[in-house]
Structure formats: C-alpha cells, structure tokens
C-alpha cells in the first residue's frame, strides 16, 4: 500500500469507528483502539503496520504535546502545586519503584520472557504510571465533577503525569543506550536537553510574542495557521536534531505560546490537528495488537489487566489518604487514575522500538493497557456506588451534606432554588434580595461556596442534578427554580426529577442558544432563555432606543418576541465562521431559494409544497424588491426569492422540493 492508500483506510476506519462509540456514547479514544484492531496486520489487514503510519501517529503525539504545553502555565501550577508535585509526584515515584520490585520477582519466578532488565522495568514503571487524560478529563466533564474535591485532584494528578513524560522520554533512550558507563550517559542526554531547553525558553521567549505581533497584524488566517505549524514542527525538529524527543519540542513550543495573549486562538485552531492525528495515533496502537496471541494467552493478558489496574487503584487510593484526603475522596480519585494512559503506550512503544521488552510480551502488555481504557468509562460511571460499598462514612458524608442544605432551608417557603452559584446566579439572587424573596443556591465548586457562604450568601455545596440535593433545598415548598448554566444535559436531569417530585414548580432554564429550546421545554421547562437570542435583543433595543424610536414601542417589541417563544429571531443565516458552532444538523437556519424557470414550485400554491412535513416553514418571499404577506394560497413565481428556515436536513430537503 502506498502512502494514499494508507491514510485513507486510516481515515474511513476511524470515521466508521467514532460514530459508533458516539451512538454508544463512549469515548472516540475506544473507537480508535477498537478500529486499529480490526483493520490491523492481525485483524482484516485492511492497513498496514509501515513506516507511514508511524510518522503520522508521531505527529499525534507531537500536536498532544504542543496542546498541554498550551495549559501549562506557572499560575495554575502554583495554585495547585500540593497536589501535583505533592501527590502527583509521589504516585509516578512509588509506581516507578513498585515496578522496579515487580520486575524483579518476574525475573526469578516466571517464564523467559518475563525476564526484564532494570531498564526495561523503569520504562514499564513510567508507562504503567500514566492514566488517560483524553477518558478521564472527558468523564469528569460530563459527571460535572471537575471542580469537586477528588476532581481537582484527579486533575492535579493527570498535570504532573503529562509533566512527567518529557523526562521520561529522554531518560529512557539513554539508559537503552547500554554504555558502560550510565552516569554520563544520562548526563550527555540531559546536558542536549538542558541546551536545547535553553535556547527555546530564552531565546524563544524573546521573539515568540514579537514574531506572532507581526503575524497577526497581516489580519490572514491563513498566514497565522501556518505560522502555527511552522512553529510546533519546527520546534519538535529541533529537538529531534538535538538527539531528543520531538514530543518534547513541542510542549516547549506550546508552553511559550502559553504565556502569550494568542494563546486561546492558537488552542482553538490546533484542535483539528491535535484530534485528527491523535485518532490515527491510536488507531496505530490498535493495530500493533496480535489477537490471535493474546487469544493463546488469555490467562496471563487477564493477569495483566487485573493486576496493575489493582495495584494502581490501592497506590493512588493510599497515597491520597496519606496526603489527607478522606477515603471517599482518595477511592473516587483511585478508580478514575487505575487505567493505562495515552502517554503509556507512547513510552511502551519507544520501549519496544529499543528492543528493552521481549516482543511477546509487549504484546500481552499492550493487550492489557487497551482492555483498562476500554473499561475505565464503565468503572467511572460506576464509581458512586462502589465508594458507597467500600467507603464507610460515605452515607455519613452525604447525609450531612444534604443535612445542612435542609438546616438551611427548613423555615424557607415560597422560595427560589438557584441551581448553579456562577455569575449569573449570583446576579439573580442580589436581584432577589433586594425583592426581599428568599433564595437558596446549590453549586458544585467548594471554594465558591465557601466564600459566598463566609459572605452571607444563602448557598450550600450540593448537586442540582441529584433528587437527594432538590429534596433537601425544599422543592415541594419552593416557588420556582432556576437553572443558571447551560448544560442542557444537567438542565435535562433537573427537570426530570422536578416533574417526578413538584410537577406544578415553575422552572427557569438558561442555554446557550436555541438549539435545545424544544428540547427543554418538551422535558418541561416552564420558560426557556438562550442567552443569545436576549443578547440580541438588548442590542437591537438599545440600537432603535438611540434612532429615535419611542421607548415604549421597544419594549413591545422585545416583550412580543419573548411571548412569541423569539419565534421572530429563530433561524440566521450561516457563513464560514459558523463552522465552530454547535453540530449543523441541530441548528435552526435560514436559507434563501431562487425560483428560477425550471423550478418546481412556479405556479403552485405555497401550500401546496407541503414544507411543514418536512421539518421546514417559508419565513419570508420577496418578489423583486417587495416582501410579499406569504399564505397557503400564495402563487408562486419565476423570480421569486423564498427564505425557509428549519435544520440544514430540513432547510435542503425544503430546496430539493421547490426547485426539482
């Protein structure tokens, strides 16, 4: 196959593979794995294990890289320094040593190709040491979890990880190396690496900001995206040169755009590139697996899986428990961290191209670190109702969470329960109490509620999502509940258990716009306000209240478009800048047809077309320069300019039928 034909099994197999692990509602890194086994050289050998798809799953690596170096900052590390050199330190120290110790009793107890040498069981310890930021971080985000307590520190964890692979990419080529003499060995590397650091950081950093001043003001996307690719390439080269790794390049690369004001811009635009070849990383991962090996040897696979999963599980549980965390906190961030990581099979994979693990045992091993992230999703879904089962004063904990938000809203009646303690749930509740209405806030970031509790505020730590937090802030006394984020799949979860509970209670949600408005108010929701269509409407207010229009004929206005569920402002038209937004298919647009001669609909009644069937409406019809009062019986004609609205299925099905 030549280099065409791979990238393109590549890229169909992954195409195929992420939309089914979406429908499942699994992480695309699964899809991957799973993908790479199927159409590997020891699946349906539909790509090849070449030269060509290593260099491409390199360059994923190189994009992952440049991306954490993006979020790597001096403030955030400070800010959770504890954690992360703290425990995050000790638990790739301790899982290192502890494989140094397994190692060794491998090579006196089991067969050959058990038999490893130090070097080999210090890569295996820094590969068996990573968890999978991409799963993890994902499930955290999903759970809402990412400002809990064992989420911060999941997280703090996951930092250090991805901080400790660029050593651990250097040091484990040297101590392949087999010289005598290892001190120097490793000082040479380390010597390269302290250079090349050098002269990226300091000189770097110097024209870094200057460099990217000048290209921005060229105002060229274009010119800015390939300075960006010349800028992470170019770096992962020069450290390449210099004998090190080209991963490594790249974080330094990111970590100097970091400090820059583009640094949001340049995360944004990297992102195609880090998920597109990250995908084919793996996918490469997966192909690298001889089932039919594993199949022989299932045992000692199954070994594998259990038992470092096991022996992360209690290393991390403890270790967090020595750092003073309470056992359900160290439990939660012990079962998210068990699984194997991206960067473990970047380490297992150099630690084969050295030749310092048996071929057949890398197998196994690999085998192994994909059936943990093929479970980890189920683990983590999981994880309350196993800390409930093993953590004794986990009943205890909740119970006295829940406990005091009903201390705090036992004497409340006919009050608001804000769901959500942000900036706009802060504003809703000032606005509150000078009505003299009584509120109670329920949020999931502890620092935030520790300081607006310490301030007065009438919030408690709890989650909105969860029956047990609505019952304890008193939903059968309260008057209404507002919904403040727009996570419509918390927002979803709400309203389910306030129609289980007080169906009659009036409930507020916030979005983001109105893709889910049906969404929401189908699961209930009393009113629905997408925070894009009032921006709008403030900005047109206040734009006609400055041409002169009367003040009172605005307001009507706007109060007729929120009556009209903003029915008049549903559906825009989309441009190349849309492209980010939410998925195509669920946004509501308008789309202009021009009936030409040959079109379908001349000399039909709009009625006639029957567009509502189809998911689409007529919003208006110009015919020269007039707008026209559009009704069934509208004739239309050669010329006419018809604007229709619905999704971009419905928008195209609608012009399917109007001109042909």
Same mark, same amino acid.
Do not use: C
């Given at each position: 196959m030549n280099a065409l034909d791979t990238t393109l099994s590549l890229l169909a197999a992954a195409v195929l593979g992420v939309v089914a692990f979406r429908m499942l509602q699994l992480p695309p890194i699964l899809g991957y794995l799973v993908v790479g086994i199927l159409i590997g050289p020891f699946g349906l050998r539909f790509a090849e294990d070449s030269a060509v798809t290593h260099e491409m799953a390199e360059f994923g690596v190189v994009f992952l890289m440049f991306s954490i170096g993006l979020e790597f900052s001096l403030s955030k590390l400070m800010s959770m320094r504890k954690a992360v050199f703290g425990l995050g330190m000790a638990q790739v120290v301790v899982t290192i040593a502890s494989s140094f110790l397994l190692g060794a009793v491998a090579s006196a107890w089991l067969p050959r190709y058990f038999q490893i040498g130090w070097e080999a069981a210090f890569a295996l310890g820094g590969a068996l040491a990573m968890s999978s930021t991409a799963i993890v971080s994902k499930m955290l985000t999903e759970r809402l979890e990412l400002e809990s307590l064992h989420g911060r520190q999941i997280i703090s964890v996951l930092l250090f990880q991805d901080l400790a692979v660029v050593p651990l990419l250097i040091l484990v080529p040297a101590l392949a190396a087999h010289s005598k003499d290892v001190v120097q060995t490793l000082a040479w590397a380390s010597g390269k690496a302290v250079l090349v650091l050098l002269l990226l950081l300091v000189v770097g950093q110097r024209i870094m900001r200057t460099w990217f001043t000048i290209v921005v003001r060229r105002r060229s996307q274009e010119l800015f995206m390939l300075n960006l690719l010349f800028i992470t390439l170019g770096a992962a080269w020069l450290t390449e040169k210099a004998g090190l790794s080209m991963a490594l390049g790249a974080f330094v690369a990111g970590m100097l755009i970091s400090e820059t004001e583009f640094r949001h811009q340049v995360e944004e635009d990297i992102k195609p590139f880090r998920d597109v070849l990250l995908g084919l990383f793996f996918i490469t991962i997966g192909m690298l697996l001889n089932w039919r090996l594993v199949w022989d040897h299932l045992w000692l696979v199954m070994l594998l899986f259990i038992g470092p999963m096991l022996l992360k599980l209690v290393l991390i549980t403890g270790l967090a428990r020595a750092f003073g965390s309470s056992v359900s906190v160290a439990l939660r961030t012990g079962l998210a961290l068990a699984q194997a990581g991206e960067f473990g099979f970047v380490l297992l994979n150099q630690a084969g191209d050295l030749q310092l693990i048996d071929p057949q045992l890398l197998q196994l091993?690999?085998?192994?670190?994909?059936?943990?992230?093929?479970?980890?999703?189920?683990?983590?879904?999981?994880?309350?109702?196993?800390?409930?089962?093993?953590?004794?004063?986990?009943?205890?904990?909740?119970?006295?969470?829940?406990?005091?938000?009903?201390?705090?809203?036992?004497?409340?009646?006919? &009050?608001?329960?804000?769901?959500?303690?942000?900036?706009?749930?802060?504003?809703?509740?000032?606005?509150?109490? !000078?009505?003299?209405?009584?509120?109670? +806030?329920?949020?999931?970031?502890?620092?935030?509620? &520790?300081?607006?509790?310490?301030?007065?505020?009438?919030?408690?730590?709890?989650?909105?999502?969860?029956? !047990?937090?609505?019952?304890?802030?008193?939903?059968?006394?309260?008057?209404?509940?507002?919904?403040?984020?727009?996570?419509?799949?918390? +927002?979803?979860?709400?309203?389910? =258990?306030?129609?289980?509970?007080?169906?009659?209670?009036?409930?507020?949600?916030?979005? &983001?716009?109105?893709?889910?408005?049906?969404?929401?108010?189908?699961?209930?929701?009393?009113?629905?306000?997408?925070?894009?269509?009032?921006?709008?409407?403030?900005?047109?207010?206040?734009?006609?209240?400055?041409?002169?229009?009367?003040?009172?004929?605005?307001?009507?206005?706007?109060?007729?478009?929120?009556? +009209?569920?903003?029915?008049?402002?549903?559906?825009? =038209?989309?441009?190349?800048?849309?492209?980010?937004?939410s998925p195509e298919a669920m946004q509501i647009r308008l789309h202009t047809i021009v009936l030409n001669e040959r079109a379908n609909a001349i000399g039909k009644m709009l009625g006639e077309l029957q567009l509502a069937e189809i998911g689409a409406d007529v919003h208006t019809v110009r015919r020269g320069r007039v707008r026209q009062e559009h009704h069934d019986s509208m004739l239309l004609q050669a010329g006419d300019i018809v604007v229709v609205r619905g999704t971009s299925e419905a928008v195209a099905r609608a012009e399917q039928r109007l001109l042909k």
């Open positions: 091993i690999l085998a192994s670190m994909v059936l943990s992230m093929l479970t980890s999703p189920f683990i983590l879904a999981k994880s309350d109702a196993i800390v409930m089962k093993f953590s004794a004063n986990e009943w205890m904990m909740q119970s006295l969470a829940l406990t005091q938000i009903a201390a705090r809203t036992m004497t409340s009646k006919k &009050h608001v329960i804000i769901a959500g303690f942000g900036r706009s749930g802060q504003s809703l509740a000032r606005l509150l109490e !000078e009505e003299k209405i009584d509120y109670h +806030a329920l949020d999931l970031d502890p620092d935030r509620v &520790h300081e607006a509790q310490t301030a007065g505020a009438n919030v408690s730590y709890g989650d909105a999502a969860r029956r !047990e937090s609505l019952m304890a802030a008193g939903i059968h006394r309260a008057a209404a509940l507002v919904v403040t984020y727009t996570s419509t799949a918390s +927002a979803l979860k709400v309203l389910h =258990f306030v129609n289980e509970i007080n169906p009659a209670l009036p409930v507020i949600v916030r979005s &983001h716009d109105d893709v889910d408005l049906e969404k929401l108010r189908a699961a209930g929701a009393t009113e629905v306000v997408p925070e894009l269509m009032e921006g709008s409407l403030m900005l047109a207010s206040h734009a006609l209240v400055m041409l002169g229009i009367p003040l009172r004929r605005v307001v009507h206005r706007v109060q007729a478009a929120r009556e +009209a569920r903003y029915e008049s402002l549903r559906g825009f =038209f989309r441009g190349a800048s849309d492209v980010a937004d």
